[in-house]
């Protein structure tokens, strides 16, 4: 209840801050006019009603499905890794979603195009990640994290070649590798949400396996757990959530850290309670941090994986003394 009241009341600080000031009998009054069976006469304006809903709405929106997805994708992975340090970028999915956005705006291709190539190459990236690991060592976690960060060096790079090859682009590829929320609408909301329902329902539904798994593979197997298929299928439903993620929103990094440690250092270590209030607090973190971004340099906005990448960092540092003084 206290992570919907939170989640709640960051989304109407969303709606009512901007550049534009919109009067908060208004905004309340819009959103309950929208309600099945309610009709409120709300007092707004034509202009301030196309800001509240086609501009503030669907950016609140986006910035809440992201944020929640990315979340509760790093509450998978440090579930399925047991290690609260792996994030949702773990296996190359930033980097080949990073490259397939590079190479559309590179090659000066439709705009429209970015989001799914990106989504392509993080999939792609993950798929190579897998093929590497089963080459060299099977389906270790060792085996993966390094193919992972192989994958994710080479794409690196290959992006960098692509980026010196094309300094005009340069600006608009960096600005989508820095994470935007500022320009999507919803048909970007209505893109994302089948992938994150999907991906995160998957996940719920798994969530009590990785409690299991927290005891090590040959004691979940003795307890009846399928271990490769438990493990193939969160990294599978973690990857497509956060591929989908980033296709459209770019690189915000961080989330899928802070939050779900967050969670752990409130509730303990079960991921029956990290799983379902990653996804909330996820949703409410990414608002917040989209708020901070649009309003602290107002009239510019800031990027919202600078914001991220600002709170994450430190909060990476503090995680990783934790490990260390426990170890």
Do not use: C
Request: proline fraction near 4%.
């Amino acid at each position: 209840m206290v992570a919907i009241l939170v989640l709640v009341a960051i989304g109407v600080a969303s709606l009512l801050i901007g550049s534009v000031e919109l009067p908060v009998a208004g905004v309340l009054g819009a959103l309950v006019d929208k309600l099945p069976l309610l009709s409120v006469d709300h007092g707004l304006t034509d202009t301030e009603l196309r800001i509240l809903g086609e501009i503030r709405f669907p950016r609140v929106v986006m910035g809440a499905v992201v944020g929640a997805v990315l979340a509760v994708a790093g509450a998978g992975y440090q579930g399925v890794f047991r290690n609260p340090l792996a994030d949702p970028y773990l296996l190359g999915v930033a980097a080949g979603a990073g490259l397939g956005a590079t190479l559309v705006i590179g090659l000066g291709a439709a705009t429209a195009l970015i989001a799914p190539v990106a989504f392509v190459g993080g999939l792609a990236a993950v798929a190579i990640t897998y093929a590497l690991s089963r080459t060299v060592g099977g389906r270790t976690t060792t085996s993966l994290i390094l193919a992972g960060v192989a994958v994710a060096a080479f794409a690196t790079a290959f992006q960098t070649f692509l980026l010196q090859r094309n300094y005009d682009t340069l600006r608009q590829v960096y600005a989508w590798i820095l994470g935007r929320l500022g320009t999507v609408g919803w048909g970007d909301v209505v893109t994302l949400l089948p992938y994150a329902v999907v991906a995160s329902g998957v996940l719920l539904v798994l969530r009590r396996f990785l409690d299991v798994l927290a005891l090590g593979d040959e004691e979940s197997a003795a307890l009846g757990v399928n271990v490769p298929r438990v493990r193939g299928l969160v990294v599978l439903a973690a990857t497509l959530a956060t591929a989908a993620a980033v296709s459209v929103s770019g690189l915000i990094g961080f989330v899928g850290i802070i939050v779900p440690h967050a969670v752990r250092l409130l509730t303990g270590w079960s991921y029956r309670v990290i799983i379902p209030l990653s996804l909330v607090y996820g949703a409410a973190f990414l608002m917040l941090a989209d708020l901070f971004a649009r309003t602290v340099v107002a009239p510019a906005e800031l990027p919202i994986g600078v914001v991220t990448a600002f709170l994450g960092a430190p909060f990476f540092l503090l995680v990783l003394r934790t490990m260390k003084g426990s170890s």
